[in-house]
T-cell receptor, first 115, second 117 residues
Framework: AQKITQTQPGMFVQEKEAVTLDCTYDTSDPSYGLFWYKQPSSGEMIFLIYQGSYDQQNATEGRYSLNFQKARKSANLVISASQLGDSAMYFCAMRESSGTYKYIFGTGTRLKVLA | GAVVSQHPSRVICKSGTSVKIECRSLDFQATTMFWYRQFPKQSLMLMATSNEGSKATYEQGVEKDKFLINHASLTLSTLTVTSAHPEDSSFYIC?????????????FGPGTRLLVL
């Protein structure tokens, strides 16, 4: 069965510093997609970054980058130059490769950026 | 960008009443929409997959007669919580699938907070 694990329930980071949020996954499918979403207190799910299982390079989107280590089955999110507005819940998700395209979410990491 | 709306954003109802939540894809057609439920400080749990013109596929443990899903068009899916009870109070989020090449990203609505008294 597919599974997503986020082992950090909460993280603190100083403003302007970089922070890494961990995510490991388990799947037997050779084709899959990995996503990171940000959920502020308002509740909306904000898409941050995507990594396909066949992508050769790590995905980057502005201050977000995904450290994809396929052999280790990890897809850690790196946020550079943290800002106060980055304080939120962060969810890692994996998309099944079957036609249903279902997402499986991790338990989330609450990030608090300190001034 | 892809925009998904939900209505209402917040609803309070009495126990025993039914509540309908709408999910709309505003600028794209979504053949598949998903309904999630999120309890406080927990992750999103998929409730069902909604395909336009066909019956929804429910996840294990989700009562299909309790949570009625109708995907009547390529831009609208509705979730009706029938005979709501306090334990149904939760944050309900929908998402819509828009195929963009190989990405197949889901776009999420802003969510609906349901409180059943």
């Amino acid at each position: 069965a597919q599974k997503i694990t986020q082992t950090q329930p909460g993280m603190f980071v100083q403003e302007k510093e970089a922070v890494t949020l961990d995510c490991t996954y388990d799947t037997s499918d050779p084709s899959y997609g990995l996503f990171w979403y940000k959920q502020p207190s308002s509740g909306e799910m904000i898409f941050l970054i995507y990594q396909g299982s066949y992508d050769q390079q790590n995905a980057t989107e502005g201050r977000y980058s995904l450290n994809f280590q396929k052999a280790r089955k990890s897809a850690n999110l790196v946020i550079s130059a943290s800002q106060l507005g980055d304080s939120a819940m962060y969810f890692c998700a994996m998309r099944e490769s079957s036609g249903t395209y279902k997402y499986i979410f991790g338990t989330g990491t609450r990030l608090k950026v300190l001034a | 960008g892809a925009v998904v709306s939900q209505h209402p954003s917040r609803v309070i109802c009495k126990s025993g009443t039914s509540v309908k939540i709408e999910c709309r894809s505003l600028d794209f057609q979504a053949t598949t929409m998903f309904w999630y439920r999120q309890f406080p400080k927990q992750s999103l749990m998929l409730m069902a997959t909604s395909n336009e013109g066909s019956k929804a596929t429910y996840e294990q443990g989700v009562e299909k007669d309790k949570f009625l899903i109708n995907h009547a068009s390529l831009t609208l899916s509705t979730l009706t919580v029938t005979s709501a009870h306090p334990e149904d109070s939760s944050f309900y989020i929908c998402s819509a699938q828009r195929e963009r090449g190989a990405e197949e990203t889901q776009y999420f609505g802003p969510g609906t907070r349901l409180l059943v008294l």
